[in-house]
């Protein structure tokens, strides 16, 4: 009989600068993810660096997937000034209420064959000026 387990693609920075300074309610967009290799999920780390202020209870930053559109020639709504639809939320990072720096994961997000990931800050106050990362690691069944 043979046994399942995971394989594991390379793990890599998706947005980076682009979360430096990211004001209250703002986006971010990564560049676009090619998924030809055949992954399935993804586990996304999202690491602050020490805040400038203390969050509010409730503070979360968002992260939603952004897909190519069917016919290859596009991507669905959603970037640095539209807003993504709520469906494609693929989760969301509660932040403490501390100004300290913090590293969040989301696992098994579903994946795409091309996607972009967007966050959108919800934390009440801009992000530090340096040190911000998301990064993913994609991952797949195998049969040995």
Avoid at 37 to 53: R, S, V
Avoid at 57 to 68: D, L
Avoid at 78 to 93: C, K, M, R, W, Y
Avoid at 116 to 130: D, E, F, M, R, W
């Amino acid at each position: 009989m043979a046994s399942v387990s995971y394989e594991y693609g390379s793990d890599a920075s998706v947005l980076t600068t682009e979360l430096n300074t990211l004001a209250n309610d703002a986006n971010a967009i990564s560049s676009a993810i090619d998924n030809s290799a055949g992954y399935l999920f993804d586990d996304l780390e999202f690491h602050n660096a020490t805040l400038g202020y203390t969050p509010s209870a409730g503070a979360r930053i968002e992260v939603y997937m952004i897909s190519q559109e069917l016919d290859g020639t596009g991507y669905e709504d959603g970037n640095a000034s539209i807003d993504p639809p709520a469906n494609n939320l693929v989760g969301v990072i509660n932040v403490r209420v501390s100004t300290a720096a913090q590293t969040h994961i989301i696992r098994g997000i579903p994946l795409a064959e091309n996607f972009k990931y967007l966050v959108i800050n919800k934390t009440g106050g801009a992000l530090p000026a340096s040190g911000n990362t998301l990064r993913r690691k994609p991952y797949r069944y195998q049969t040995a």
